[in-house]
């Protein structure tokens, strides 16, 4: 299969140009930044192309990955130079502004496949992942699609609203929570903090630093552009203040009842009874 990658110099264009590569695919890149799409090209082995419309042309698969706010506008531009039959697919965490830009280029008779990889480029291998399906006109066809593409992953079907909204808190919720641990520990001496940091610490800092080394434009899209992550931030807030203030007044009774609740309330997840087992083992991964 050819594959075309727009944007394949990019982290996650990266990593897919090396999957398809090694599964013995024909790959060929774009990319705005022409001398960094170029480079890469050669370093992986693959075809460059000077623009998206000469990359598109003749290939089997086109594969856009690029910031999310321009998905749409590069699908558009693309889809009338693809040949008929083709799939044109995307990557974007947000979906919402994706979804008529992938109807409008089936009219041209592409097949569309809207996806979302559950798992950044520091992946080692694609076995064991995820991969969510949002339907733009067949469900059943094209999470079968994904399938063949990506036969080792797991997909997960999911339509764009209930996308997003998860995604506000999966994803847009735990990075605003470890930006803001982040500019905390920040101002602190790191050194002391690592030698007298225990499991929790240690596995907080490497979450921290891993969604810090995110492009921050990427991070400001993931919190301002979901509809719904100021509702699950004020819920997160509020909660929060409200716990601060037990601690203030020293409410033991409050405090402890709210945990005992929220554990409760996680309780009912399948993996509960093995999380501090998993805690541990997860530190001696990561050494």
Known sequence: MKIAIIGGYGRMGRWFTRYFT?????VVISGVRLHKAKTFAEEAGVDFAKNNVEAVKDVDLVMVSVPIPVAPRVIDEIAPHMKKGAIISEISSLKSGVVKALVEAASL???????????GPGAQK????????????DSEAENNMAKEIFP???????NAEEHDRVMALVLSLPHFMNVIF????????LGTLKRLGGTTFTLQLTLA?????????LQATIQMDN??????????????????KWIADKDVEKFTSFCDRVENLLSKDTGFSEAYKKMYEVLEMIG
């Open 182 to 189: 982040a500019s905390v520990i920040g101002d602190e001496n």
């Open 227 to 244: 509809k719904y992550v100021s509702r699950y931030l004020d819920d997160f807030l509020s909660k929060a203040e409200t716990v601060k």
């Open 126 to 137: 694609l076995r064991g992942r995820k991969i969510a399906v949002v339907p733009i006109l």
């Open 209 to 217: 630093e891993g969604v810090m080394t995110e492009d921050p434009a």
């Open 22 to 26: 090694a599964h013995g695919h024909k």
């Open 109 to 119: 008779k592409l097949r569309p496949l809207s996806l979302h990889p559950l798992f």
């Open 152 to 158: 080792e992953a797991e997909t997960v079907v999911v």
